[in-house]
């Protein structure tokens, strides 16, 4: 069975604080993907990392495709308040079938 | 552009009820799966389709039915309303393929009484 483990769970920082969210498996994904959810609403798909080694950037956010493709990492430089949701890492199953999430790291901006 | 729309936003049941969620999508996709979003648990895959006239279990179907009569439509059934049904639940659709992107609706938030 292939899991996608998250940590922390929850992250409550100030506005300015950097932070890294980790997503682990002991399986090889052929891609990775970083949603964020905000209350009240559906995921929204951030970024795609299919290359083992692999850094994208997004603004303030950086995120990164483990070697092995059996991890990744989401790095957010300067928090701030607009940052705050839920974020899930999501990896397509062996079949291609199903997009299996990890439980997610809920993270708090205050300013 | 509508994306993926899901009808009802909130709903009551009691228990033993039946009732259906709506899902459809303009994007003419041929993935499209339903997930229950609980506290703790992250999104755990119902069912579903590859594509029209084609559906499939995901983790955790009981107690679900779902039937893709249209590429663009995908209800999600509960038979027998029980209070371990009370979630949040997601639709998604996508192109086939891995890596693809997921869209997903808004959401109905479900109580069962």
């Known amino acids: 069975t292939q899991l996608l483990e998250q940590s922390p769970q929850f992250l409550s920082i100030q506005e300015g604080e950097n932070l890294t969210v980790y997503c682990n498996s002991s399986s090889v994904f052929s891609s990775l993907q970083w949603y964020r959810q905000e209350p009240g609403e559906g995921p929204v798909l951030l970024v795609t990392v299919v290359t083992g080694g692999e850094v994208k950037k997004l603004k303030r956010l950086t995120f990164q495709f483990g070697d092995a493709r059996k991890d990744s990492s989401l790095h957010i430089t300067a928090a701030q308040p607009g940052d705050t949701g839920l974020y899930l890492c999501?990896?397509?199953?062996?079949?291609?079938?199903?997009?299996?999430f990890g439980k997610g790291t809920t993270l708090s901006v205050s300013s | 552009n509508a994306g993926v729309t899901q009808t009802p936003k909130f709903q009551v049941l009691k228990t033993g009820q039946s009732m259906t969620l709506q899902c459809a999508q303009d994007m003419n996709h041929e993935y499209m799966s339903w997930y229950r979003q609980d506290p703790g648990m992250g999104l755990r895959l119902i069912h579903y389709?590859?594509?029209?006239?084609?559906?499939d279990q995901g983790e955790v179907p009981n107690g679900y039915n779902v039937s893709r009569s249209t590429t663009e439509d995908f209800p999600l059934r509960l038979l027998s309303a029980a209070p371990s049904q009370t979630s949040v639940y997601f639709c998604a659709s996508s192109l086939l393929g891995s890596g693809t992107e997921a869209f997903f609706g808004q959401g109905t938030r479900l109580t069962v009484v």
């Open positions: 999501a990896g397509p199953s062996q079949a291609g079938t199903a997009l299996i």
């Open positions: 389709s590859v594509g029209a006239g084609i559906t």
